[in-house]
């Protein structure tokens, strides 16, 4: 959607403009649909990923407590 790639690109962004640097721009990401999210993060996580965000673009009463 786009609100999860603007924080995708908010996160990442390697500063092509000096001035719109990412938080972590030496990143990498990798994207998913939301419909195995908990399963795909899962899998990551045992696979040696350290943080997983979730930018689903709805409001956050919908979104479980997982």
């Known amino acids: 959607s786009p609100h999860a790639t603007l924080v995708t690109g908010n996160i990442i962004s ?18 998913h649909n939301w419909t195995r999210d908990k399963i795909e993060a899962t899998e990551a996580a ?3 990923m ?9 409001k956050s009463a919908r ?3 997982w």
């Open 50 to 58: 350290l943080l997983s965000n979730h930018s689903y673009g709805i």
């Open 63 to 65: 979104v479980p407590d």
């Open 46 to 48: 045992a696979s040696g």
């Open 14 to 31: 390697s500063g092509v403009k000096p001035k719109a640097r990412g938080v972590a721009f030496g990143a990498e990401a990798i994207t």
